[in-house]
């Protein structure tokens, strides 16, 4: 192995898991909102 050379690695495939993972929470966020408002209203 050669030494390593800063900004030569390919992080494409790291890129897609991140913003797939930040995708995910935001979706997951919406969802417990969205649940939290349902079972504030049927409580109410």
């Known amino acids: 192995m050669g030494e390593h050379v800063?900004?030569?690695m390919?992080?494409?495939k790291h890129?897609?898991?991140f913003e797939g993972f930040v995708?995910?929470?935001a979706w997951g966020?919406?969802?417990v909102v969205?649940?939290?408002v349902f079972i504030?209203?049927?409580n109410g």
Do not use: F, N, Q
Request: a positive charge; one cysteine or more.
């Open 6 to 8: 800063r900004g030569t």
């Open 10 to 12: 390919d992080i494409r």
């Open 15 to 17: 890129e897609k898991t």
């Open 23 to 25: 995708r995910m929470v």
């Open 29 to 31: 966020a919406v969802i």
């Open 34 to 36: 969205c649940l939290l």
């Open 40 to 42: 504030a209203l049927v």
